[in-house]
Nanobody
Framework: QVQLVESGGGLVQAGGSLRLSCAAS????????MGWFRQAPRKEREFVAT????????DYDDSVKGRFTISRDNAKNTVYLQMNSLRPEDTAVYYC?????????????????WGQGTQVTVSS
């Protein structure tokens, strides 16, 4: 069982930066693929980024590539999402999720553990 708690969301102006954190409980964190997803009002949850257990493999949605960076610290049971050059269209609730396999995935249905989400609002 893994519990995930996100933090770091807030209100920022366009062009600004935020760093989201996701703290995980459980002994197997270092073996899980981790992902970040987001959901804007009246839209479906969408993929943002994912990272393998070793951090050697990452994947990003095209809309955030070059602006967002996913990373993890297995010693701290924490995954991060550094978000730079934020845009109003990045406004959403951001969720971290865990997948108990070694294969990264963009599909939210492949993730079995989810955090409660943290709100990110980017003003223009």
């Amino acid at each position: 069982q893994v519990q995930l708690v996100e933090s770091g969301g807030g209100l920022v102006q366009a062009g600004g930066s935020l760093r989201l954190s996701c703290a995980a409980s459980g002994r197997s964190f270092s073996t899980y693929v981790m992902g970040w997803f987001r959901q804007a009002p009246r839209k479906e949850r969408e993929f943002v980024a994912t990272i393998s257990w070793s951090a050697l493999t990452t994947d990003y949605d095209d809309s955030v590539k070059g602006r967002f960076t996913i990373s993890r610290d297995n010693a701290k049971n924490t995954v991060y999402l550094q978000m730079n050059s934020l845009r109003p269209e990045d406004t959403a609730v951001y969720y971290c999720a865990a997948r108990a396999t070694t294969v990264i995935s963009r599909d939210p249905r492949d993730y079995i553990y989810w955090g409660q989400g943290t709100q990110v609002t980017v003003s223009s």
